[in-house]
């Protein structure tokens, strides 16, 4: 297999680096936006903004947490 050299390739190579970092900083918000709106379609508005508030409080590994 043969590893692309992304950076030798682009025309600018300068802007490599912020353009790699806007696509990074994209790519997680679409994510974490996901998980948020499909974790709440899942469990409604009962859910709390600090995720280890929804974990059951007699759940001794949700204790560990």
């Not at 992304?6 to 300068?14: G, L, N, R, V």
């Not at 709440?40 to 001794?60: H, T």
Request: aromatic fraction near 16%; proline fraction near 5%.
């Amino acid at each position: 297999a043969q590893i692309l050299n992304y950076y030798a390739e682009t025309e600018q190579p300068k802007s490599f680096y912020i353009t790699l970092a806007i696509v990074i900083i994209i790519v997680t918000y679409v994510l974490s936006m996901t998980v948020g709106y499909l974790g709440y379609f899942a469990f409604g508005s009962s859910s709390k903004s600090l995720i280890l508030f929804n974990l059951p409080s007699e759940d001794p590994l949700a204790l560990v947490a």
